[in-house]
C-alpha cells in the first residue's frame, strides 16, 4: 500500500502526506479497543466482542464493493 501511495502521492509532500494518513489509521485503529472495553464495561466482553463482530460483519459489503473496483 506504501509503495502505490508513494507513487501516487506528490514528490513534494509525500513525506508529510503519508504521515498524516498514518496518524489518521492509527487513530481509526485505536477505536475498536476503546469501542470494546467501553461496551465490556457498560456491558459485558461477551457481549462487546459479539457486537464488535456484527460491526466487522457490517464492514465486509463495503469492502467486497472497493476490492471489485
Do not use: H, K, N, Q
Not at 6 to 34: H, K, M, N, Q, Y
Not at 52 to 67: D, K, R, T
Request: glycine residues 8%; hydrophobic residues 55%; aromatic residues 14%.
Amino acid at each position: 500500500m506504501y509503495i502505490y501511495l508513494v507513487d501516487v502521492l506528490a514528490d513534494e509532500t509525500v513525506g508529510s502526506d503519508l504521515g498524516a494518513l498514518r496518524a489518521v489509521c492509527f487513530t481509526i485503529d485505536s477505536l475498536g479497543p476503546v469501542y470494546v472495553g467501553t461496551a465490556a464495561t457498560r456491558l459485558a466482553y461477551t457481549a462487546s466482542f459479539a457486537s464488535l463482530l456484527f460491526y466487522f460483519g457490517l464492514a465486509v459489503p463495503p469492502l467486497i464493493w472497493l476490492a471489485d473496483r
